[in-house]
């Protein structure tokens, strides 16, 4: 099993901490690496089982498989070694076995060691990008890689012809393939994917008690089981109307074709990193909820970002917008309602700016780009 010559292989590494992001990101990461450089590359990952919700095609049994251009190494079946790695990625800080790293440091030219850390919009990021850090017992040193906004840091990623396809979907062509009529151009369609703890509830009241229409779609998971519960509708309900709501359900798509919901609505409501980066992308309006932690890291996450999303927004947009991210966050059921009403007034400002946002991301840097360039930069 040969993965290119020492000096040319990627090796990174993903550990599954619940949820699909960390495969998602590091999925996302690998295929452009390999695509879009050229580079040969080998994802470490815990549970490929997770990585083939989002890649259908992926064996989740096989130790070694190559798929889209990346060597995909199940490590509970294979241990890592690094020998064909010159650059060895430690996705979020999950830790590299001890073995694989007393034997980077016994290489004759060390792999260099990129810890790459989960996305934030706060400003402490910048000062923090790329800075490196000596193991504390090998002659190895880390390097410590951030994603972010603002351009003072590795920024987001981005395939290369995103855009380009965003620009050419045929939204109707999307809905009528999962046997649905496209939404009626008066109807505000928003994709829910959220966790557990949002308040769909509320949010289907506000939908079905107001007088403009609305279509709310949900991907199979925690929010679309919710709203069966909810609605009373059984597992072969794929849409259904309450009120002024309708309501559609469709399959988890593959990570590749995610995009396209997003692109087919006006409005979505996403979580963790990787959707929240794509709704970004989609030049759409967003909401977000970010991944809970016990710290309350994740309110300074939502904080920081409503900060800098809000930057150039008009203010009534502002004032509109800032109150539907926090009840959706603070699972506020009561002021839910009139903020989606006050939300729903704000649209076409909101989805002008979405747009600007999305102009404004796509002219800083594009992560794995930015990446490669580091890492040459360290070449030695
Ligand atoms: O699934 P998540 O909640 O993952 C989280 C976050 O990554 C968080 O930062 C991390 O700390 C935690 O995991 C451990 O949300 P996220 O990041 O949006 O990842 C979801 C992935 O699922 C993303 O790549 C988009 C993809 N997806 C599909 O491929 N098809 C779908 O139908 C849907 C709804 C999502």
Redesign the pocket.
Known sequence: MSFGDQHSGWDLHCR??????????C??IARMLANEHGLPVRLWIDRPQTLQ??LPGLNAAAAVQYIDGVTVCDVTRIAPQPQAAAVVVEA?GCGLPEDYVVAMAAMPRPPQWIVLE??SAEDWVDGHHGLASPHPRLPLQRWFFFPGFGGGNGGLPREHDLLARRGAFDAPAFWREFGFAPPHSDCLTA?V?A?PDAPLAPLIDACAAAHEPALLVL???AMAVAARRLLGAGESVQSLQRGALELRW?????????DE?LWACDLNF???????V?AQWAGRPLVWQ??RQEDQAHRRKLAAFARRYAEGMDAAAAAAWNPLVQCWNDSDAGGLAQAWLAWRAQGAALQKHALEWSARLAAGPELVAALVEFVRGKVK
């Open positions: 599954v901490v619940d949820n699909f992001g960390d495969a998602g990101v999925w996302r919700a989002l979020f989960y996305l994709s994917f966790y991907p199979e998971g469709l399959p988890f798509l593959p990570q590749r074709r995610y919901l996403v979580r963790g990193e990787d959707s929240f794509r970010p991944y």
